[in-house]
């Protein structure tokens, strides 16, 4: 698998980049291996979790939570692009469908 790579600047000039600090955790890069070398057969489903404990209460508050200021994507578009990344850079797979709950 080789590493994705930036796209042009567009006229603004500004490149944004988001850094994807789960791929460097050791037990993915195992699980890397071990799905690059056939270890676990064919990949044809991934499934997770993305969990966090920072709105387990009722008090709770994050803009996330707020269309308003998170768009349509609202975490799917925050948290998800991590879980995504992790998806793809774990099977070299590219995702065809979502389904979130």
């Known amino acids: 698998m080789k590493p994705e790579r930036c796209s042009k600047p567009r006229a603004t000039g ?10 460097y955790n050791p037990l993915v890069q195992q699980a890397r291996v071990m799905i690059k070398n056939g270890e676990l057969g064919e990949i044809t489903l ?14 709770d508050f994050s803009w996330r939570l707020e269309p308003q200021q998170s ?26 469908r979502v389904l979130t709950d």
């Open 71 to 96: 768009g349509r994507a609202a975490t799917i578009g925050d948290a998800g692009s991590h879980w995504f990344d992790l998806a793809k850079h774990l099977t070299g797979l590219r995702i065809e």
């Open 14 to 23: 500004v490149v944004h980049t988001v850094t994807f600090n789960y791929r």
């Open 46 to 59: 991934i499934h997770g979790h993305y969990l966090q404990e920072w709105l387990m209460y009722d008090t």
